[in-house]
């Protein structure tokens, strides 16, 4: 199975009970929309962390009654942070939304030695996106937490980006690993890194998949492309999973879908005790609600 898009992924995961969510920083309207719409589906239990006032004053003018017992106050972000993380360890929620507070704050947070929420060694960001120029979702990764991934930290990368195509549904799903060119060249590591993904994806390394590379981006989402080039591969053209060289490469590709292509995006932390969202603090109510629903289908 394959998913066209956030409608029949939402159509997919509607009927799933509600989970206890905790929000990190949750004193900013835009957050407080999607958590109460969130809410109001029957989609999650949220506890709210962050600046009490604030948030009452919000929700006030929302019209929504929240429980006092639901708030935690908390006014600076590092406390938002701390304190968030320490009810998840505590078992208050399922799943963790990141509010008004940077990234790195926050994953300060959930990977701390002895404190934190950290499972996997290595944890990944998986940008889920609708794009109207591509006939499925795409899964982008990782462009939110490894700086520059080696070959052991790209096999973990990839083993999450798996993991969540599977549970969303996918019986094989196909990965790109990207690069700027097709063939492998000593001096550019990450053709050397994707043509060694390629060989343990077909030995059966991560199950039943497809695993291509060393592959352009063009050749990954474009199968006529792939044709006049002479790149035959069933992941041409058809690719669900984008894995990129570092950072850098996954940031901009995923902003330029977002922005200039006019994508929808959800967002996911993969390899914690519970999922995680971190959206951008600009990010639509929408965009945050796509993903704490993607997170509370996966916090079963």
């Known amino acids: 199975m394959e998913i066209s898009g956030f409608q029949q992924l939402k159509q997919d995961l509607k009927h799933i009970p509600p989970k206890a969510a905790v929000v990190a920083a949750a004193h900013e309207e835009h957050t407080l929309q999607a958590v109460r ?11 709210l962390v962050g600046d009490a006032p604030e948030i009452q004053r919000l929700t006030q003018a929302m019209g929504w009654q929240v429980p006092e017992e639901d708030v935690v106050d908390e006014k600076d972000e590092a406390g938002c942070a701390r304190r968030a993380v320490e009810l998840i360890r505590q078992g208050r929620g399922s799943l963790l939304i990141k509010g008004m507070l940077q990234t790195g704050t926050l994953l300060k947070e959930v990977v701390r030695h002895g404190t934190g929420i950290r499972e996997s060694a290595v944890l990944s960001h998986v940008a889920i996106l609708d794009v109207p120029a591509y006939h499925k979702l795409m899964f982008i990764t990782d462009g939110g937490m490894v700086v520059i991934p080696d070959l052991e930290q790209k096999r973990a990368i990839l083993h999450n980006a798996l993991g969540l195509c599977r549970f969303l549904g996918y019986d094989r799903p196909k990965a790109a690993v990207l690069c700027a060119v097709e063939t492998v060249n000593p001096k550019m590591q990450e053709t050397v890194d994707a043509a ?49 060289p570092n950072i850098t490469a996954g940031n901009l590709l995923g902003k330029s879908l977002y922005g200039l292509a006019g994508g929808d995006m959800a967002g996911l932390v993969m390899g914690a005790s519970v999922p995680i969202t971190i959206n951008s603090r600009g990010a639509t109510p929408a965009e945050k609600y796509d993903s704490i629903l993607i997170a509370a289908a996966m916090a079963q």
């Open 196 to 244: 060694a993904l390629k060989e343990e994806g077909a030995r059966g390394d991560f199950g039943d998949c497809l695993v291509e590379g060393p592959i352009s981006l063009d050749l990954a989402t474009d199968r006529e492309a792939a044709a006049i080039k002479g790149y035959y591969s069933p992941v041409a053209g058809d690719a669900d999973i984008f894995l990129v």
């Open 37 to 47: 719409q969130a809410q109001e589906d029957g989609l999650i239990r949220p506890v």
